[in-house]
C-alpha cells in the first residue's frame, strides 16, 4: 500500500498493475500494486469497492471514451459513429464494451474497444480528438488523456456514489491497459506526435476547408482586447442573466474565435451558490455559438455551464455570418490525414 502515485510507480514492475482506491469523499486515495491474479482476490471480497486504473503514460492503451452529460446522449448512434471511426482508421472491426453508471439525472458511461491497442494513452487521445471533430459530440470527455490519469474500473463506484460501473464481464477484462501483442500509432490531425493534453479539440484545431491546423498556444492564440457590435445582443443578455454585473469593456476573444467576458457577479451556476471570493465569468464559443459559465474558483477549475441563449439574440451574428463554419465531419479528412 502506497500513499502517492509516485510511490507505486517507483515499486512496481513490468507486470504489475497500479490501482488507486478512493478513502474519502474528499478524492483522497491510496495505491496498490500487485499482479493481476493477486488483484482479482483482493478486489472479490470488497462490497463496495472504489478502484481506478492507474493509466501510465508509456503502456499500450485500448482505445477508450467517457461520456458523461446531464441531457439525453444517443449513446446507441455514438457507438455507430466510433464503430465507423475505428474500422476506417485502423481497419479492424472493433468490439466494443460499454460500462454504465447511469441514473435518473446523469447519463454517464465508459466505452473500451478490447481489440485495438495504440502506442500509448496519448495516442488514444489524439484518436478521440479526431473522432470529436468528425462528429462534435459534447458529452465525450477529451481531457482525459493526460499523464498517468485514473480511470474508473467495472464494479466500482466513486466514494460517496451509488453509480456503480456495470458490465458483465469481469472488471480485469476491461482494463485500458493489459499485455497485448501489437498496436497503432495515431497522431494528432496535424501530424504531430501526440503528448499529454487537456485543451479541447474545437479550441486546437481550426479548418481552413482544405487542411486542419493548430491554433497557437493551443486555445485559439493570444486573447485580443475587442468589442463586437454583431453579439451585442447575446452580451446583454448575459449581462441581464447576472443582474448587470457584465464588465462589457473588458471583453477580449482568441483567433480561434473565442470571446471571454469578465463579471463582479459571483452567482455560481456550477457550484449552484454564490463564492465568498471569486467572480464567474461567461466564454462565447463564436463558432458553434454556444455560451457558457465558467468560474475562477479552484474548485470550479476546468467545469463549466451552458447557457441557453434564445436563437434571436445570435440574429445580427447569423446574418452576417450566413455561412456553415462547422467543422467538416469528413471522415476521409479526419482519419485518414497526414498519417
Partial sequence: ??????????????????????????????????????????????????????????KPSRIFLDVESGS??????????????ISHKFNVEPRLEVLDSCSPTKFS?????????????????????RFWLATEIDAIDTVVYTKNRMFRICGSSKFGSNRVLKNSNDWHTLLVQVPCKEWFACAEIDGLEPVSCSIHPSKMFYFDGDNWHRNSHGGGGVPIQTQCPLLEPVINFIDNLCGNNVYKHKTTMTGGGFMMIS??????????????????????????????????????????????????????????????????????TLYNMVD
Fill in 72 to 85: 439525453f446522449v444517443d449513446i446507441a448512434s455514438l457507438l455507430e459513429s466510433l464503430k465507423k471511426a
Fill in 109 to 129: 458511461w465508459h466505452i473500451i474497444c478490447t481489440n485495438v491497442f495504440l502506442k500509448n494513452v496519448y495516442h488514444v487521445g489524439a484518436f478521440v480528438r
Fill in 263 to 332: 463579471t463582479k457577479s459571483k452567482d455560481c451556476a456550477i457550484a449552484a451558490r454564490q463564492h465568498r471570493g471569486n467572480n464567474i465569468w461567461f466564454g462565447i464559443d463564436c463558432i458553434k455559438r454556444k455560451v457558457y459559465q465558467k468560474c475562477h474558483d479552484s474548485d470550479c477549475k476546468g467545469k463549466c455551464h451552458e447557457i441557453n441563449v434564445p436563437e434571436g439574440m445570435w440574429s445580427q451574428w447569423n446574418d452576417q455570418w450566413s455561412a456553415n463554419l462547422s467543422s467538416p465531419n469528413n471522415e476521409n
Fill in 1 to 58: 500500500m502506497f500513499h502517492t502515485l509516485a510511490e507505486a510507480i517507483a515499486k512496481k514492475n513490468e507486470h504489475d498493475i497500479v490501482i488507486a482506491e478512493d478513502i474519502s469523499s474528499s478524492g483522497q486515495k491510496r495505491f496498490i500494486v500487485a499482479s493481476a491474479e493477486a488483484l482479482k482476490a483482493r478486489y472479490l471480497p470488497i462490497t463496495q469497492p472504489h478502484w481506478y486504473e492507474c493509466l501510465l503514460e508509456n
